[in-house]
């Protein structure tokens, strides 16, 4: 695996709360994803230390997402 795809999948990863998040109809949830999101970019370069930011902007992004369809 190249460094580049290594890169782009850490980002992904990492980004995936606010990724969730824009499926979302309110703001405010997605501007708390992108700062777990960064906090867990921040927080990387020991692995474990990002899961705290990571595994709380994934149950914001979820909750507001299960509130958009839930309308439905």
Same mark, same amino acid.
């Given at each position: 695996?190249?460094?580049?795809?290594?890169?782009?999948?850490?980002?992904? $990863?990492?980004?995936? %709360?606010?990724? $969730?998040?824009?499926?979302?109809? *309110?703001?405010? %949830?997605?501007?708390?994803? @992108?700062?777990?999101?960064?906090?867990?970019?921040?927080?990387?370069?020991? %692995?474990?230390? *990002? *899961?705290?930011?990571?595994?709380?902007?994934?149950?914001?992004? $979820?909750? *507001?997402?299960?509130? +958009? @369809? +839930?309308?439905?």
């Amino acid at each position: 695996m190249s460094m580049t795809a290594a890169t782009a999948g850490l980002l992904l $990863v990492t980004f995936m %709360p606010f990724l $969730v998040s824009l499926a979302g109809k *309110a703001n405010q %949830p997605k501007a708390l994803c @992108f700062v777990c999101s960064l906090m867990a970019l921040l927080a990387s370069v020991e %692995p474990h230390r *990002a *899961a705290l930011p990571w595994i709380t902007g994934m149950l914001i992004a $979820v909750v *507001a997402v299960r509130e +958009r @369809f +839930r309308d439905i």
